[in-house]
């Protein structure tokens, strides 16, 4: 399958090790002096090392890959000890990834853990700060240099792929999903589309894991009260796929919704 997993950049790479740390999956060695991705297996793709890296030879490319497997993943981190198990969930749960943090504190309890002190909320260094869940409060402010068009965006990550479904600025929410392109063929995004909502972008055509954003949608739903839904989309026949995956997502998380679509044409009009 397709999918997103690390990739190290030899001519970069010092072999200093800082990345270890920050891979508590088991997936970098180091290997004759330079990191070293050992199994697709025990890659998530979520890059949680690419910080860790002083030289920036850690990358994340799409390519063809074994699937991630959560079981072969914690035979490494139960032998790891402890700390790498919290580690480990913590990483899984900041990213959102619920599926597979669930695969974990079902596989600790199978082998006798206590599952509430490994779950227990700690601050950890793991993962990378921009996947952090933040709401955002836009003010009423007059932007400081004149011309300058004040930011509708209420809350961080946006893209689907890091979005953490359990964030509780999806509580009571208006929700905006936006195709990639859209912002960019259609000016007025913010004022027409963005002011008020919480939104979460992708690619229906070009990103590679779409069953995990099913997935990722369905926990939304499933966790929090949503007020409303729109989707704004481009008018190229791919992009009909962004529909097709929140009735997916809500038909997997039982709901039914009245759902909003907006179309924008290449040449940035609403259709």
Same mark, same amino acid.
């Given at each position: 399958m397709k999918r997103q997993?690390?990739?190290i950049v030899e001519e970069k790479c010092t072999g200093c090790a800082a990345c270890i740390p920050g891979c508590p999956e088991g997936a970098l060695q180091i290997i004759d002096g330079k990191a070293r991705l050992?199994?697709?297996?025990?890659?998530?793709?979520?890059?949680?090392?690419?910080?860790? #890296?002083?030289?920036? !030879?850690?990358?994340?490319?799409?390519r063809?890959?074994?699937?991630?497997?959560?079981? +072969?993943?914690?035979?490494?981190?139960?032998?790891?000890?402890?700390?790498t198990i919290k580690a480990h969930l913590h990483h899984l749960?900041?990213?959102?990834?619920?599926?597979?943090?669930?695969?974990?504190v079902a596989i600790l309890k199978e082998q006798g853990f206590d599952i509430d002190d490994l779950t227990k909320e700690e601050t950890m260094a793991c993962g990378c700060p921009g996947t952090h869940a933040r709401k955002i409060e836009q003010g009423e402010n007059?932007?400081?240099?004149?011309?300058?068009?004040?930011s509708q965006l209420r809350q961080w990550p946006v893209q689907l792929t890091l979005l953490n479904p359990a964030a509780e600025y999806f509580e009571n929410?208006?929700?905006?999903?936006?195709?990639? #392109?859209?912002?960019? !063929?259609?000016?007025?995004?913010h004022r027409?589309?963005?002011?008020?909502?919480?939104? +979460?972008?992708?690619?229906?055509?070009?990103?590679?894991?779409?069953e995990r954003y099913i997935d990722k949608l369905s926990q939304i739903f499933t966790l929090h009260r949503i007020n409303s839904v729109t989707i704004v989309r481009?008018?190229?026949?791919?992009?009909?796929?962004?529909e097709i995956l929140l009735q997916r997502a809500l038909e997997r998380a039982g709901k039914m919704h009245f759902v909003k679509v907006n179309v924008i044409s290449v040449d940035g009009k609403i259709i």
């Open positions: 997993i690390i990739k050992v199994s697709d297996l025990f890659c998530d793709g979520l890059g949680a090392c690419l910080g860790t #890296c002083p030289e920036g !030879a850690i990358e994340v490319e799409e063809e890959a074994e699937p991630y497997n959560e079981a +072969i993943v914690m035979e490494n981190i139960i032998a790891a000890g402890e700390n749960k900041s990213h959102g990834e619920m599926t597979y943090y669930n695969q974990a007059t932007p400081e240099h004149s011309g300058d068009v004040q929410a208006d929700l905006l999903i936006s195709a990639d #392109c859209v912002p960019y !063929a259609f000016g007025d995004f027409r589309f963005l002011k008020g909502k919480v939104v +979460i972008t992708f690619c229906p055509k070009l990103d590679a894991d779409l481009m008018e190229v026949p791919c992009c009909g796929g962004t």
